[in-house]
Each structure stands twice: as structure tokens, then as C-alpha cells.
């Protein structure tokens, strides 16, 4: 069973649509995350979630949303795709996200924008 | 800003030999220490966690330290084998709730046999 898992791996879209990139974790835990790894490969954080309440938002543009459906989901949402949104986003989760719990993350989305 | 190093892009070690990898740091206070392991196309993966209050952890044949005097931790692989090859990446949290990790470049370390 897959502990942490993104849909779809590969994202390939023309510059001003609308994507949205799915997260589903299976082990129960409070906290989820969104981190882009760029070109250079810098991961950094874009969003935590702590159930289904936005905690960190890191100075990400507004065309980028995250929704948690429930404490299991958490997808992004990106408006008008930019092509420097050209990156791969990985979702993680942790326990309860505070004092170092080991952060479990996805395989991957790669997005590249045509 | 905070800035987060870690010592060369590539780190060519032989078979056997112990590999040693350096986080540095600045302008940052971390409560927390993590170092991750990511292979090409995967997601990283957690090795160890190390506290601000802590100078050593040991796992199997991995060592991480921490001095928080001179803003810096090693990483050590011992006996590294080809498998040991990724890219290692040194992550700091602060210790708040949801806490998102601010993660160096990492360091690719190539296991020759």
C-alpha cells in the first residue's frame, strides 16, 4: 500500500490554464504539506495543513490553492499556469507536524508548462 | 535570509570508505535537524532526526551531529556500499506546529565500487 499518494505523475499543460494536482495519504496522520523542487533542485515549502486548517503559506502567488477535503486529502489547485511553474510538487505528511516528526512524502508530481 | 549549504554538488567516495557530508547554516535557529535521502524521481525518504539539544544520533551505519555553536551538522556513511548512492539532503525545522522543513540543495554522493 502506497503510504503517500500524488495524481497524476506527469503533468504536461499549455501556459495559462487551470491544473489541479491530487494528494491522498493512508496513515492517519493530522498534517499534510505541499513543497515545489525546482530546477536546481531547492524543495521548498509551500503550504501545511494541520486538519484541514491552513497553518504555513509561504509566499506562493494567489493563483496557487490548496484544498483539504478531509485530513487524508490535500490538493493544489493552479490558476493560469506560468512557465515557472514549471517544477515537480511533492506532497508529504507527519503525525501531528511539530517537534520533528519524520515528514513522509509522495513520488511526485512533475509539471511542465508548454 | 536563512541559508541552508551542504558541501559540494558531487561527492565521489570508494566502496568501503566512510563518506562525511556537511550542512551549514546562518540566521537560523533550528530546533531540529532532519536528513533525507532522495534517489532520481522519488520523493525524499527519512534517515535521522537530531535535536538542537543533542550532539549525536546513530543508526545502523549512519551518524549525524549537531553543534549548534558552529551553526553546522555531519553526516556520516560508514562502510558505503553502491547502494548508498542519492542525493542527501539536510532539512531544518523549527518545532511549531505543522512545521514545514526548510531544506538545503543536498549533496550527491556516488558510491564508486
Known amino acids: 500500500d502506497t503510504a503517500v499518494s500524488q495524481t497524476p505523475k506527469y503533468l504536461v499543460t499549455q501556459m495559462g490554464n487551470d491544473k489541479s494536482i491530487k494528494c491522498e495519504q493512508n496513515l492517519g496522520h493530522d498534517t499534510m504539506y505541499w513543497y515545489k523542487q525546482d530546477s536546481k533542485k531547492f524543495l521548498k515549502i509551500m503550504f501545511s495543513y494541520n486538519n484541514k486548517e491552513l497553518i504555513i503559506n509561504e509566499t506562493v502567488p494567489n493563483r496557487f490553492s490548496p484544498k483539504s477535503p478531509d485530513k487524508a486529502h490535500l490538493n493544489l489547485h493552479i490558476n493560469s499556469l506560468e512557465l515557472g511553474d514549471s517544477a515537480v510538487y511533492f506532497c508529504a505528511s507527519s503525525h501531528s507536524g511539530g517537534g520533528g516528526d519524520t515528514q513522509y512524502f509522495g513520488p511526485g508530481t512533475r509539471l511542465t508548462v508548454l | 535570509s536563512q541559508k541552508i549549504e551542504q558541501n559540494s554538488e558531487a561527492l565521489n567516495i570508494q566502496e568501503g570508505k566512510t563518506a562525511t557530508l556537511t550542512c551549514n547554516y546562518t540566521?537560523?535557529?533550528?530546533?531540529?535537524l532532519q536528513w533525507y535521502r532522495q534517489d532520481p524521481g522519488r520523493g525524499p525518504v527519512f534517515l535521522l532526526l537530531?535535536?538542537?539539544?543533542?550532539k549525536e544520533k546513530r543508526k545502523e551505519r549512519l551518524k549525524v551531529t549537531f553543534d549548534t555553536t558552529l551553526k553546522q551538522s555531519l553526516f556520516h556513511i560508514t562502510a558505503s556500499q553502491p547502494a548508498d548512492s542519492a542525493t542527501y539532503l539536510c532539512a531544518l525545522g523549527k518545532g511549531g506546529g505543522a512545521d514545514g522543513l526548510t531544506f538545503g540543495k543536498g549533496t550527491h554522493l556516488i558510491i564508486q565500487p
Open positions: 537530531i535535536r538542537e539539544n543533542e
Open positions: 540566521n537560523y535557529s533550528p530546533a531540529y
